[in-house]
């Protein structure tokens, strides 16, 4: 299994994960490891704005906004 070494960690941020770990009964180490996951099971900004921008449709709708808005305030009332 590899190893991590932060360096330069701030004591503030080094107290704050003691302090989360041990409320979570957990060792300081499965506690960063358990943010990790958390952190990279959902996927980057980078990769989120790429996803969207290859689902766009390669041309314009052609909807006029204002109309759209026209009608849902109509379907509101």
């Given at each position: ?17 003691r ?5 979570e009964d957990?060792?300081?180490?499965d ?7 958390a ?10 704005l ?11 709708l ?16």
């Amino acid at each position: 299994m590899a190893m991590l070494q932060l360096k330069r960690l701030p004591d503030d941020l080094h107290a704050a994960l003691r302090e989360r770990a041990e409320a979570e009964d957990l060792s300081m180490s499965d506690f960063v490891i358990r943010l990790l996951r958390a952190e990279l099971a959902v996927p980057s900004r980078r990769a989120w704005l790429d996803d969207v921008a290859s689902h766009r449709p390669e041309e314009p709708l052609g909807l006029d906004i204002e109309q759209v808005m026209d009608d849902v305030r109509e379907s509101e009332r």
